[in-house]
């Protein structure tokens, strides 16, 4: 009856990741910057944001937050490192129009708020909207299955499903 109560928690091996913005859902290689399409970060998806809205894409702790507030790094449960880089060219903004709603350490579950971002000035002043999730360090990372999504809901839509070696 009890032989299960003191078992160590498993890590899954699989796990999903969910849209960190609502807005139409791009491949990685259409990022119009090399960096992203060229996955030299990393393998991942982009989102055409219409909402300003930033939210964790899964549960896990917050390991970076630019001083730009520009992108936010988060480790999953299972140890997966994500970046969220918000729009192109954005650490030139030097943080207007960002709001940081969370710091380094921080626990966050999959839908909590971010960043809220201003679509209008990071139209005006950068080089797009374009949001990369890229997954950082692939060499933990066996397989990442991209859902067929063209359209996401922050916090609701599932885009990636990862399996970890």
Do not use: W, Y
């Amino acid at each position: 009856m009890f032989k299960n109560l003191f078992r160590k928690k498993e890590v899954s091996k699989d796990e999903a990741f969910f849209a960190p913005m609502t807005g139409a859902v791009k491949k990685i290689e259409d990022v119009p910057d090399p960096t992203f399409a060229e996955k030299m970060m990393g393998d991942g998806i982009a989102i055409e944001p219409t909402e300003g809205l930033v939210v964790a894409p899964c549960d896990g702790e917050i390991i970076q937050v630019f001083p730009t507030k520009h992108a936010i790094g988060i480790q999953s449960e299972s140890g997966t490192e994500l970046l969220i880089h918000i729009g192109l060219e954005t650490v030139a903004l030097d943080g207007e129009g960002f709001e940081t709603f969370v710091k380094q350490g921080d626990q966050v579950k999959t839908g909590d708020k971010l960043v809220q971002v201003d679509l209008d000035i990071v139209r005006e002043k950068a080089d797009g909207t374009i949001t990369p999730m890229v997954l950082t360090n692939g060499d933990m990372i066996d397989s990442v299955e991209k859902m067929d999504e063209t359209e996401s809901v922050a916090g609701m839509t599932k885009l990636l499903h990862v399996h970890l070696k």
